[in-house]
Each structure stands twice: as C-alpha cells, then as structure tokens.
C-alpha cells in the first residue's frame, strides 16, 4: 500500500506547472493525447486513493475484530477455569 509520502503529492498548483512545462515538450499532434493520458491518469490515482482509505478502514476493522476475539477468548477460558476450580471442591 502507498504511504502518505509515496508519489508526487503537495502542492497542487506546482504539479499543474510541471504538467503544463510537460505540454510544452509534447509534440503538439500528440498534445490533446498527452491531455488526455494526463486526466484519465489524475482520475485513476483519485480512485485508487479512495480504494486505500477503503482497505485502510477494512484492516482496522479486522485489527478490532481480532482483540475484541482474542478478549472473548480470555473471558471464555477465564469462565472455563472458574468452573473447574467450583467442581474440584
């Protein structure tokens, strides 16, 4: 999974600079191609953010699932042991 400083992130009118000097460079028939890539690349990267935060919500959920688990599991063996101790007397 990508970290928060993974990738190019910050300040969105620099990445908007770099992308128009990229246009720049970009012979211009392929231009509106560029263009495109470029936007259906921004659109990607914005679904894939939220598909992380997703599968960020999903493992703390799980993390949850299994201490709440593992303390049943200690009440369970807790409760076990008080009731053979009562029948051993």
């Known amino acids: 999974m990508a970290r928060e400083d993974d990738g190019p992130q ?3 009118e620099s990445n908007n600079a ?7 460079n970009v012979d211009p028939a392929f231009a509106q191609e560029y263009e495109a890539l470029s936007s259906t690349m921004d659109e990607i990267n914005e679904w894939m953010d939220v598909l992380e935060r997703k599968s960020n919500d ?9 201490e709440e688990s593992k303390q049943g599991d200690d009440l369970v063996l807790d409760s076990d042991m008080s009731a053979g101790d009562s029948a051993a007397n």
């Open 58 to 66: 999903l493992v703390n959920q799980m993390r949850q699932l299994i």
């Open 10 to 12: 910050g300040d969105p």
């Open 18 to 24: 770099e992308e128009e000097q990229d246009l720049d």
